[in-house]
T-cell receptor
């Protein structure tokens, strides 16, 4: 069973640019969540995708957008990068189980984004 | 709104000793889940232990156990027989029963000293 993978590992961009981060969910998982973890902080929820549809969004501006593909992999896109977007971006995948309100989320190793 | 507070930014413990990490949370929900995650330098978040709010019995996982005080909204993690591999950031997290997102605290950096 393949775990959650993310690419790239590290990325450096300049202010105003656009970036795309990628996440491959664990085998059999149809739900992907994205989190932003600024230095010295806990992860903050960006949004979740379930079966290719957005299924909840945190307090992030519209320049943070995402996609989920039929194979359940996902992308996080950030437009008009700002210095404060520098962070570790984590994705987590899960598979909703009928009758179970909690579904364990498995995290990837993250992408470290630096905005100069 | 849900909030999670970890008041200990850094802690250290001697190898083989016991350490307790603190966490408090605030919510108006009655049914929810609480978690402790470990984030080693490799950055991958690893689930350490989970507690369902409706369960009075404290969760245990080998050397890890929690002290869950629902009325006080407190959820501490006890690590017994600390090992060098326990060195990591530890995050307390909360999820509502009907929600789909974690609310994380700011983390506690634990160092196990040989």
């Amino acid at each position: 069973e393949t775990g959650v993978t993310q690419s790239p590992t590290h990325l450096i961009k300049t202010r105003g640019q656009q970036v795309t981060l990628r996440c491959s969910s664990q085998s059999g998982h149809n739900t992907v969540s994205w989190y932003q973890q600024a230095l010295g902080q806990g992860p903050q929820f960006i949004f979740q995708y379930y079966r290719e549809e957005e299924n909840g969004r945190g307090n992030f501006p519209p320049r943070f957008s995402g996609l989920q593909f039929p194979n359940y992999s996902s992308e996080l896109n950030v437009n008009a990068l700002e210095l404060d977007d520098s962070a570790l971006y984590l994705c987590a995948s899960s598979f909703p189980t009928q009758g179970c309100s909690y579904n364990e989320q498995f995290f990837g190793p993250g992408t470290r984004l630096t905005v100069l | 709104a849900q909030t999670v507070t970890q008041s200990q930014p850094e802690m250290s413990v001697q190898e083989a000793e016991t350490v307790t990490l603190s966490c408090t949370y605030d919510t108006s929900e009655n049914n929810y889940y609480l978690f402790w995650y470990k984030q080693p330098p490799s950055r991958q978040m690893i689930l350490v232990i989970r507690q369902e709010a409706y369960k009075q019995q404290n969760a245990t996982e080998n050397r890890f156990s929690v002290n869950f005080q629902k009325a006080a909204k407190s959820f501490s993690l006890k690590i017994s027989d600390s090992q060098l591999g326990d060195t990591a950031m530890y995050f307390c997290a909360f999820m509502t029963n009907t929600g789909n997102q974690f609310y994380f605290g700011t983390g506690t950096s634990l160092t196990v000293i040989p």
